[in-house]
């Protein structure tokens, strides 16, 4: 089954603590990027990449890294998490030459006390 | 301003009613527009994409207008199953990035 899998699922976790959110798609996409929602606020991009070692800032990258060693994963890495990053993460991927179809993971909801 | 602006709802229909969304875009750039639908605390998922010239697919229907920069889609015969969030969904020319709105809510009930 086509799929983009994200994990964890849900994670509470403390201010300063380093997480990693795992992000993997078997659909051999080239493009992956990494979204937050909040409300009022809707998705915005937080990183891209247009493939294996190729990444780029979105609109809200301070706070995150990422990388893409492999074209199957995009973990997106929180070094010293704080409260504001509190929030709904969907990693998303789709071909190069159809990127406004999107294929999203199911969410990581992240609650930084 | 956003670049990308709906009214958030929500939107409450009876089963069996149309219901039409609007969403204004303000970079004349904008090159290719999308609805999203997105049910409560899941994915989004792609629905359709918005042609110039207006596209239907089943009970949907989606238009274009590039003069007023806005783009709308038309529900007909609204089912429960239609219950969700939709997202009005740009895409630069030239760019590979997508800019989503913050979604119309729509509540259909029996």
């Known amino acids: 089954e086509a799929q983009v899998t994200q994990n964890p699922r849900y994670l509470i976790t403390v201010t300063g603590k380093k997480l990693t959110v795992t992000c993997s798609q078997n659909m051999n996409h080239e493009y992956m990027s990494w979204y937050r929602q909040d409300p009022g606020l809707g998705l915005r991009q937080i990183y891209y990449s247009m493939n294996v070692e190729v990444t780029d800032k979105g609109d809200v990258p301070e706070g995150y890294k990422v990388s893409r060693k492999e074209k199957r994963n995009f973990p997106l890495i929180l070094e010293s998490p704080s409260p504001n990053q509190t929030s709904l993460y969907f990693c998303a991927s789709s071909s190069s030459t159809t990127t406004y179809e999107q294929y999203f993971g199911p969410g990581t909801r992240l609650t930084v006390t | ?110």
């Open chain 2, 1 to 110: 301003r956003k670049e990308v602006e709906q009214d958030p709802g929500p939107f409450n229909v009876p089963e069996g009613a149309t219901v039409a969304f609007n969403c204004t875009y303000s970079n004349s750039a904008s090159q290719s527009f999308f609805w999203y639908r997105q049910d409560c605390r899941k994915e989004p998922k792609l629905l359709m994409s918005v042609y110039s010239s207006g596209n239907e697919d089943g009970r949907f229907t989606a238009q274009l207008n590039r003069a007023s920069q806005y783009i709308s889609l038309l529900i007909r015969d609204s089912k429960l199953s239609d219950s969700a969030t939709y997202l009005c969904v740009v895409r630069y020319r030239g760019f590979q990035k997508l800019v989503f709105g913050t979604g119309t809510r729509l509540l259909v009930s029996p």
